[in-house]
């Protein structure tokens, strides 16, 4: 039984569709990432599950309970949101325990939660400061133990990270993915940054103007995206995506085996020496890496060569990639093989 499932749900706003039938199975226990572009649908999704929203059609179900048209209070669901929502005037003891004094847990198993929240958290030499006296880090913990105290099995997570500077973000991406794996938790996390998703997720649900584009395993969605919007979306720097024409590279010689009105190759795939004539147009320096981008035919072409390449704009090189690392896709930007 997944933990959480939606069933063609639909979200309108006046005339516009923000979700467009979705339909979604979350397993108990994993760590599910919505990912897409602004105004994909995401934090949408996140809200109808929360009960912050109500869905215009569709259904949502919870452990095996619907709960489409309970409030947010009785769906045993706890959430954390981007902006932190910390009471500024209450210290880190009190923004903790604030839900638990709501629901009037007895004071001696408040107590007992708070501390051991806050030293699951490393929070419990803190407990007495404002959150105006903690750094990011910190106060991304203090709405993390917020949502944890009240032993919800269930996690939304709102671009949570997104407030903190590169560094923090990465040493919290850790933080959270081992957090969630001992306590058990199902974790949905929205966020729009592909590095997040591929290394915290169990499941990628990637979105794309209120549908879903793909939803699978990171590395399943690497290695065969669905789409060429999912091969633009996943990867750093970008699929290449080249139009053929009859079997060739457009405005080229240069045939492929396999069938499709457009070839995707990944930028990491393509190394220097072989048999595909190019120019380079421009080059990225980035250390260990050089990104070099060059024209085949009437396409350009990204490769993620050696940074200790030596190459200048105007070169002429040759490329080469293997048939393993084709893709091939239809008129339509669905995969074809």
Same mark, same amino acid.
């Given at each position: 039984?997944?933990?959480?499932?939606?069933?063609?749900?639909?979200?309108?706003?006046?005339?516009?569709?923000?979700?467009?039938?979705?339909?979604?199975?979350?397993?108990?226990?994993?760590?599910?990432?919505?990912?897409?572009?602004?105004?994909?649908?995401?934090?949408?999704?996140?809200?109808?599950?929360?009960?912050?929203?109500?869905?215009?059609?569709?259904?949502?179900?919870?452990?095996?309970?619907?709960?489409?048209?309970?409030?947010?209070?009785?769906?045993?669901?706890?959430?954390?949101?981007?902006?932190?929502?910390?009471?500024?005037?209450?210290?880190?003891?009190?923004?903790?325990?604030?839900?638990?004094?709501?629901?009037?847990?007895?004071?001696?198993?408040?107590?007992?939660?708070?501390?051991?929240?806050?030293?699951?958290?490393?929070?419990?030499?803190?407990?007495?400061?404002?959150?105006?006296?903690?750094?990011?880090?910190?106060?991304?913990?203090?709405?993390?133990?917020?949502?944890?105290?009240?032993?919800?099995?269930?996690?939304?997570?709102?671009?949570?990270?997104?407030?903190?500077?590169?560094?923090?973000?990465?040493?919290?991406?850790?933080?959270?993915?081992?957090?969630?794996?001992?306590? &058990?938790?199902?974790? /949905?996390? *929205?966020?729009? @940054?592909?590095?997040?998703?591929?290394?915290?997720?169990? %499941? +990628?649900? =990637?979105?794309?103007?209120?549908?879903?584009?793909?939803?699978?395993?990171?590395?399943?969605?690497?290695?065969?995206?669905?789409?060429?919007?999912?091969?633009?979306?996943?990867?750093?720097?970008?699929?290449?995506?080249?139009?053929?024409?009859?079997?060739?590279?457009?405005?080229?010689?240069?045939?492929?085996?396999?069938?499709?009105?457009?070839?995707?190759?990944?930028?990491?795939?393509?190394?220097?020496?072989?048999?595909?004539?190019?120019?380079?147009?421009?080059?990225?320096?980035?250390?260990?890496?050089?990104?070099?981008?060059?024209?085949? &035919?009437?396409?350009? /072409?990204? *490769?993620?060569? @050696?940074?200790?390449?030596?190459?200048?704009?105007?070169? %002429? +090189?040759? =490329?080469?990639?293997?048939?393993?690392?084709?893709?091939?896709?239809?008129?339509?930007?669905?995969?074809?093989?």
């Amino acid at each position: 039984m997944s933990s959480i499932r939606l069933e063609n749900v639909t979200k309108l706003w006046g005339s516009t569709k923000a979700l467009d039938g979705i339909t979604l199975d979350i397993e108990p226990g994993s760590f599910c990432v919505l990912l897409g572009p602004s105004g994909c649908g995401k934090s949408t999704t996140l809200r109808i599950i929360a009960g912050l929203e109500a869905a215009s059609s569709g259904r949502v179900v919870v452990e095996g309970r619907d709960v489409t048209d309970l409030p947010p209070a009785q769906r045993g669901i706890a959430m954390v949101f981007q902006n932190y929502a910390l009471f500024p005037h209450l210290t880190v003891a009190d923004n903790i325990g604030f839900g638990l004094s709501v629901r009037k847990v007895p004071k001696a198993e408040a107590a007992r939660r708070l501390q051991e929240t806050a030293e699951l958290l490393g929070l419990d030499k803190l407990l007495a400061r404002k959150p105006s006296e903690l750094s990011g880090g910190q106060q991304q913990r203090v709405a993390l133990g917020r949502a944890l105290v009240a032993q919800s099995k269930i996690c939304l997570m709102d671009e949570p990270l997104s407030n903190l500077d590169a560094q923090l973000r990465q040493e919290m991406r850790h933080e959270l993915r081992e957090l969630q794996l001992r306590l &058990g938790l199902t974790v /949905v996390y *929205v966020t729009h @940054d592909q590095a997040e998703a591929m290394s915290m997720a169990d %499941q +990628v649900v =990637l979105l794309n103007k209120g549908r879903i584009e793909q939803s699978a395993a990171p590395r399943h969605m690497y290695s065969r995206p669905a789409t060429t919007f999912a091969a633009r979306f996943i990867g750093t720097p970008a699929m290449n995506l080249l139009r053929l024409d009859q079997g060739c590279i457009a405005g080229s010689t240069v045939r492929v085996d396999g069938a499709g009105a457009m070839l995707g190759v990944r930028p990491e795939s393509i190394t220097l020496g072989g048999t595909v004539p190019a120019q380079v147009r421009s080059l990225e320096y980035l250390g260990s890496d050089l990104v070099l981008r060059c024209s085949v &035919g009437d396409e350009l /072409v990204t *490769v993620r060569a @050696d940074g200790r390449s030596e190459l200048t704009t105007g070169a %002429q +090189v040759m =490329l080469q990639w293997s048939p393993h690392e084709q893709h091939f896709f239809d008129q339509h930007g669905t995969r074809s093989a």
